[in-house]
């Protein structure tokens, strides 16, 4: 009998209708391979819910009901100039991503940092260093440390201002990070780096004594650590030799956006968050979205790279679906429409850019090599 899952589907705006309908053409193609089904309750989200409730919200609770109802949100991107002065609390960013993060407690925050052997020459580190490119998988504590700690302020102090914030860690909000991490790396090449600054911070103190208990668990990976300063370094120096990376919230912000700017283009990258996991299953309820944003620079011109938003399809079946085999398929669709030359503007530099196709005509590649 053929499975089905619920998603719930929200765009959002500028190029995230765009690449979230060639998205779920994908989604259609690999169902129909794979012998599955979606039942999807498409909602709106950010402007796009600003524009519909006379700026009121932008997340409806009618937005947040599909999610709760659903087995993994897939999101698109939110923002633009037209919602930029609004007051901050309403901003699509502000207003929508945050409280869905904090609504369904999303606190792990997985960003691969994939440049393809054929797409160095985008990236900006030196081609000889890269000469297979590489593929890295940074996994970002996402609802703890400094942003959230308290207390956090601004005061008078011997006649002088000061703020403060405080980055505080729970034994138990380091284990589950790690555990996701290291469960990760067992799907992979099966090596952690655990990234802190153990040097200056206690939570860091507090975080590698987790890391190495942790590391019990799962003794066929390998586990390394290294302050952040050196990660960022070597990070830009060696990305090839890097596996999983995991770390805590403000390192991670950090390291996954060098991660990404390595890597080449953000219409490359897809990235998850997840929740809580799903009893009696190894699946988690989880947010799959692009890395990058609403890209108003270049939206309703047909031109986004639909890949970042392809992929996040991919995550949404690996890790809230359990349709493994569905998401190798559409990995290796998106990495053979590349092999093949087809090039979006944003990786079509250099001696491809007489290669360049528009979102419509990448996504059908990928739908080719299904
Ligand atoms: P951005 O990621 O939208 O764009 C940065 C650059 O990358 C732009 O030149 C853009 O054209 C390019 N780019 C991004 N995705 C691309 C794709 N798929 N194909 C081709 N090129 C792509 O970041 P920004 O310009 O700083 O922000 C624009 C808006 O997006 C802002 O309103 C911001 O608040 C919002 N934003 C939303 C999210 C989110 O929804 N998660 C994340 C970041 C920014």
């Given at each position: 009998m053929s499975r089905t899952h619920r998603i719930a589907v929200l765009a959002g705006d500028g190029i995230g209708p765009?690449?979230?309908?060639?998205?779920?053409?994908?989604?259609?193609?690999?169902?129909?391979?794979?012998?599955?089904?979606?039942?999807?309750?498409?909602?709106?989200?950010?402007g796009a819910a600003l524009d519909a409730t006379n700026n009121e919200t932008p997340l409806p609770a009618e937005t947040i009901s599909a999610c709760e109802?659903?087995?993994?949100?897939?999101?698109?991107?939110?923002?633009?100039?037209?919602?930029?002065?609004?007051?901050?609390?309403?901003?699509?960013?502000?207003?929508?991503?945050?409280?869905?993060?904090?609504?369904f407690g999303l606190f792990a925050n997985l960003r691969p940092g994939v440049c393809m052997p054929s797409l160095t020459h985008a990236s900006p580190v030196k081609n000889e260093l890269i000469p297979n490119g590489f593929d890295v998988l940074c996994?970002?504590?996402?609802?703890?440390?400094?942003?959230?700690?308290?207390?956090?302020?601004?005061?008078?102090?011997?006649?002088?201002?000061?703020?403060?914030?405080?980055?505080?860690?729970?034994?138990?909000?380091?284990?589950?990070?790690?555990?996701?991490?290291?469960t990760a790396a067992m799907g992979r090449g099966?090596?952690?780096?655990?990234?802190?600054?153990?040097?200056?911070?206690?939570?860091?103190?507090?975080?590698?004594?987790?890391?190495?208990?942790?590391?019990?668990?799962?003794?066929?990976v390998e586990l390394e650590h290294l302050y952040v300063d050196n990660a960022a370094m070597q990070l830009c120096r060696r990305?090839?030799?890097?596996?999983?990376?995991?770390?805590?919230?403000?390192?991670?912000?950090?390291?996954?956006?060098?991660?990404?700017?390595?890597?080449?283009?953000?219409?490359?990258?897809?990235?998850?968050?997840?929740?809580?996991?799903?009893?009696?299953?190894d699946l988690y309820f989880g947010m799959y979205e692009p890395s990058g944003g609403s890209a108003?620079?270049?939206?309703?011109?047909?031109?986004?790279?639909?890949?970042?938003?392809?992929?996040?399809?991919a995550m949404l079946l690996r890790f809230s679906l359990g349709e493994t085999d569905a998401a190798k398929a559409i990995e290796a669709a998106a990495s053979a429409a590349i092999d093949k030359g087809f090039r979006t503007g944003d990786i079509a530099t250099g001696a491809d850019a007489e290669k360049k196709v528009g979102t419509t005509e990448m996504?059908?590649?990928?739908?080719?090599?299904l």
């Open positions: 765009e690449v979230m309908t060639d998205a779920l053409r994908v989604l259609d193609a690999v169902e129909a391979k794979f012998d599955f089904t979606t039942e999807r309750n498409v909602q709106l989200v950010g109802n659903s087995d993994g949100i897939l999101f698109g991107s939110v923002g633009g100039p037209k919602w930029e002065t609004l007051p901050p609390d309403i901003q699509p960013e502000r207003g929508a991503l945050l409280p869905l993060r904090k609504h996994v970002r504590e996402l609802t703890g440390g400094v942003y959230f700690g308290s207390p956090k302020g601004r005061e008078e102090r011997d006649g002088e201002t000061v703020a403060f914030d405080t980055m505080i860690y729970k034994r138990s909000e380091i284990d589950r990070i790690l555990r996701v991490a290291f099966k090596r952690l780096v655990s990234v802190d600054k153990a040097n200056v911070l206690a939570s860091s103190v507090l975080w590698r004594e987790v890391a190495i208990e942790v590391a019990k668990d799962y003794p066929e990305p090839d030799s890097f596996d999983v990376l995991v770390t805590e919230n403000l390192f991670g912000d950090i390291l996954s956006d060098e991660m990404a700017m390595i890597s080449g283009s953000l219409g490359m990258l897809p990235s998850a968050s997840l929740g809580g996991q799903k009893e009696g299953s108003p620079d270049i939206a309703g011109q047909g031109i986004a790279n639909p890949i970042a938003q392809i992929l996040s399809v996504t059908d590649a990928i739908l080719a090599g």
